[in-house]
């Protein structure tokens, strides 16, 4: 939706390499949600943030709900890192915890 | 993590035929949604819901239905399929407990729609 903006639209990596997505909100997000879509379609889980910062493993993610931005940093990529990376937000005072998602960064990770 | 199923997978449909599409959760989680995919849009709600016996539009319901008659089931329903449902259709489940990691929604495989 026009309330999450993702950058960049695609992205190109050599494994071994990192880099950071980002999504900018137009509104106040009260949560935000990363995901990985693979090669067969199925949305995976990343990250769950009300606030501050996670990681896990080779992923890195931050929330900044005053500054209205999420970024996701990924270290050491690996091939099987390829995919869509969506960003997916809760908005303050909406109902049922419904999410608003970007239309995501296409990532492809080059031997 | 959280189990998500839908069937079918791959449906064919024909314009102006009912189409039903069905998803089960073994989670426990209030809240359910139907999402559908296109390119360009990223992922789009269509209904919710909070529990049985429960629907509720979403951002973009028209031609429509949903169907909560459990906790662990959700439907969406198509009536009249026109051409432009021909999309990738995304059920998930959450918490809605209203605490924080409680509420992440986790996603079913995905119903490939093609109406002819």
């Known amino acids: 939706g026009d309330q999450v903006e993702q950058s960049p639209s695609a992205l190109s990596l050599h494994e071994g390499t990192g880099s950071a997505l980002r999504c900018n909100f137009t509104?106040?997000?009260?949560?935000v949600q990363w995901f990985q879509q693979n090669s067969r379609g199925s949305l995976i889980n990343l990250f769950y943030?009300?606030?501050g910062t996670k990681e896990n493993g080779r992923l890195k993610s931050t929330f900044n709900s005053k500054e209205s931005y999420s970024t996701l940093h990924i270290r050491d990529a690996q091939l099987e890192d390829s995919g869509t990376y969506f960003c997916?937000?809760?908005?303050?005072?909406?109902?049922?915890?419904?999410?608003?998602f970007g239309i995501g960064t296409l990532l492809s990770v080059k031997p | 993590e959280a189990a998500v199923t839908q069937s079918p997978r791959n449906k064919v449909a024909v314009t102006g035929g009912k189409v039903t599409l069905s998803c089960n959760q073994t989670?426990?989680?209030?809240?359910m949604y139907w999402y559908r995919q296109d390119t360009g849009h990223g992922l789009r709600l269509i209904h919710y819901s909070y529990g049985a016996g429960s629907t509720e539009k979403g951002d973009i319901p028209d031609g429509y239905k949903a169907s909560r008659p459990s906790q662990e089931n959700f439907s969406l329903i198509l009536e009249l399929a026109t051409p432009s449902q021909t999309s990738v259709y995304f059920c998930a489940s959450g918490g809605g407990l209203g605490g924080r990691d409680q509420d992440t929604q986790y996603f079913g495989p995905g119903t490939r729609l093609l109406v002819l």
């Open positions: 943030l009300a606030s």
């Open positions: 509104t106040t997000m009260r949560a």
């Open positions: 989670n426990n989680h209030n809240n």
């Open positions: 997916a937000a809760e908005e303050y005072g909406s109902s049922g915890n419904k999410l608003i």
